[in-house]
Each structure stands twice: as structure tokens, then as C-alpha cells.
């Protein structure tokens, strides 16, 4: 009787089998499709590990280049730190230019990446660095000049722009101390963190090509740039970096992250330019002997190349960025500024529409658009 049931229950056994075997099979071509899918809706610069990649065309990094520290500090040794005088405004003349532009429109170099920018009621603060070194804690390139301003005599920042999260452009110490934490943050995918577990109520994090409409007259969009980030020996990147376009009343300003050259410029020129300022880094291009090529790295335009991407963009003029203020490379370290100015010609560009900045220098924005 129980063979007999067993004989009976046998086909229902196979079926169930059968059944069970055919949704499994469903659900597995049901979920590759959908990330199939999926995958072909990301962006070229996702990449299915959840890094970033830099847009199509870029050049890529030399696999020749090796880091050396011990080679990297017994080059830097050589290097003439003389800073001219004519570098640093004296500080009493910044605190009062400070004041004296409060109800302008106005740009200031504060050093290296970081610039204050205002654009009617809205004042923009750019990748703030106040630490004494880039780098983690006590370590990384010292300051060879301070910052224009202390963190305590900044204006109220009411947006603060983020490019990416290299040390000498993130800066922990400046974030923690950061005296305006209302201030909206725009900064990179996977960056937010930073932010929000350091009291910041108002962070964005922002994709290739997002926009956000800060008021009727002022608009940033999230553009790409030909870089890299990486803060630690496991996160290269994993976050994003880019560059920003500030639209304000009519005008078009970029803000680029450090960026090598690349064919994306053409075509974002062809978007969105003309631009009427363009702020490109002019710095940090050098590592021979390091790397076998003097004067190139391919995620650092040096002043030529930043020229060309300016002529790439339309722009009107170019602020050069990204030097003076660290030695992360190494070229002298007032050689920038100095081939940026006379090479100017050579890319279209007349010799004062090749904007070099001193730290601590306020200009009207309408003397410079003009």
C-alpha cells in the first residue's frame, strides 16, 4: 500500500521538480536582464564595480610612472623657495579690500584651489584648504604661503563647492572648522559622508551634467573633468570628481577640479561655451625624473595645455589656479604663472586675458568680464 502510494506520488514529485527547476530558471534570466538593463542605462563614467572612470577618449595615466618619495624629496630639495613679494598681498590690505568690496561682485584668491567668489547675495567658497600641509593628519606638502584669509575672517559662504577629494582640495581640518555649516554643499557622488557626519545640513552630491538652481539668477551644473581620486590605499575612485559651471545673470563661469587635457573640452565648449572666466590649474604638471616625461602628467594640465583647454571651452578669459601655494610637483615653483603669461598669444588668447592672480588679490567681476 505504501509502494503503491509512493508510485502514485512519483510523477506529482517530478512535476514539482520540473516547476521548481523553470522558476528558477525565470527568475535568473528575469534578474540578468534587469541588470543588463541596468548596466546600459549607467553612464560611460560607471563602471560596474561602482567606481568612476574618466570620459571617453581620455588619455590615459603612464603605467611607467612609479611613485618615489625618497627621489620626489631629494628633487624638491633643489627647488628655489623664494617666494617674491609681489606673490602676498600684506594682509591688512586684504581685511580691508575684505570690506572695502562687500557690496560687489567680486573674485579672491585665498591660495591654491581655494577662491571666494561673489555673485550678488550668494558668496561661493571653492575647494577651501586652510591646513598648514595637504595630507592626513600632520603629514603631506607644507604650505610654503598661508592662506590670505584664517578660516575665522572669511565672509559668510552661503555655497561651498567641492571638486574632488584629493587631500590638497578636501580638507578635513577645514571641514570640521568650517564656521558656516548652513552653507548648501555641491560636491562629487560618495562625498556627501564627509559632510553630513560633520553637521552640514545642506549637502548635494552631484553627477556629470546635474543642475541645480540656487535663485532666479544663479544656476551650477556638474560638469566632467580628466582626473582621478583617491584618499587612501583602498579608494581609488570611488568618488567622483568634475568641474562646475556657475551661470550667474548671464555670464558663465567654470570652476575646473584639477583636470589633464582631453577631448571632452571640445565638446563641452560646444555646449556650453562661450565661457566668460575659466579657472584651469596651471600647477603640479612636472614629476621627472619620476615619471620619464618632463613637464606632463595626464591628470595635470601644465600652463600650455590649460591655454588649450580655455581655447577648447571658448573662453574669454582664464584664471590660472592651482599653484604658489604647495610644492606637489616638480617644476619651479614660480614657473607657471610665468609661461601661462607668455604663451597666452600662441592659443588665441591676448596676455592679460591670461589671469594671474596674487593671494589675497580682490577684483571686481566686472573688471575682469570687461
Not at 37 to 45: A, V
Request: hydrophobic fraction near 35%; charge should be positive; aromatic fraction near 14%.
Amino acid at each position: 500500500m505504501v509502494l503503491n502510494f509512493y508510485k502514485k506520488m512519483k510523477p506529482l514529485r517530478i512535476l514539482n521538480i520540473r516547476l521548481f527547476n523553470s522558476v528558477i530558471f525565470f527568475v535568473f534570466i528575469f534578474t540578468f536582464n534587469c541588470l543588463s538593463i541596468e548596466m546600459k542605462k549607467k553612464p560611460y563614467h560607471h563602471l560596474p564595480d561602482g567606481t568612476f572612470r574618466n570620459p571617453e577618449g581620455s588619455p590615459e595615466r603612464n603605467t611607467n610612472f612609479k611613485w618615489s618619495f625618497k627621489v620626489f624629496n631629494k628633487e624638491k630639495k633643489k627647488l628655489d623657495m623664494t617666494v617674491p613679494k609681489e606673490h602676498v598681498v600684506k594682509k591688512e590690505i586684504v581685511l580691508s579690500d575684505l570690506e572695502k568690496f562687500k557690496e560687489d561682485d567680486y573674485i579672491s584668491w585665498i591660495g591654491h584651489a581655494t577662491f571666494i567668489i561673489k555673485l550678488g547675495n550668494t558668496t561661493i567658497i571653492t575647494d577651501p584648504v586652510f591646513s598648514k600641509n595637504a595630507g592626513p593628519l600632520i603629514f603631506g606638502p607644507k604650505r610654503f604661503t598661508e592662506p590670505a584669509l584664517k578660516l575665522s575672517e572669511i565672509p559668510k559662504i552661503d555655497l561651498f563647492l567641492l571638486t574632488h577629494n584629493h587631500y590638497d582640495h578636501q580638507d578635513m581640518m577645514t571641514i570640521r572648522r568650517f564656521p558656516f555649516k548652513d552653507a548648501k554643499v555641491m560636491l562629487p557622488l560618495k562625498l556627501g559622508k564627509y559632510f553630513t557626519r560633520n553637521g552640514y545640513r545642506d549637502v548635494n552630491e552631484m553627477d556629470w551634467y546635474d543642475e541645480i538652481s540656487i535663485n532666479e539668477k544663479l544656476k551650477i551644473t556638474f560638469l566632467p573633468a580628466v582626473h582621478w581620486s583617491k584618499r587612501s590605499l583602498t579608494d581609488t575612485n570611488k568618488t567622483l570628481w568634475g568641474n562646475f559651471l556657475i551661470e550667474y545673470d548671464g555670464k558663465k563661469i567654470l570652476f575646473a577640479c584639477d583636470t589633464g587635457v582631453g577631448n571632452i573640452y571640445k565638446d563641452l565648449g560646444k555646449k556650453y561655451g562661450p565661457i566668460d572666466i575659466s579657472f584651469i590649474n596651471i600647477g603640479a604638471y612636472n614629476f621627472y625624473p619620476i615619471s620619464p616625461y618632463k613637464d606632463k602628467s595626464a591628470y595635470h594640465t601644465n600652463p600650455e595645455e590649460a591655454l588649450s583647454i580655455g581655447k577648447d571651452l571658448k573662453s574669454k578669459k582664464i584664471i590660472g589656479t592651482h599653484w604658489g601655494t604647495f610644492v606637489l610637483s616638480l617644476e619651479p615653483i614660480m614657473e607657471p604663472p610665468l609661461r601661462f603669461k607668455k604663451n597666452a598669444e600662441k592659443y588665441g588668447f591676448k596676455k592679460e586675458d591670461a589671469i594671474i592672480f596674487k593671494i589675497g588679490e580682490f577684483s571686481k567681476l566686472k573688471d575682469i568680464i570687461n
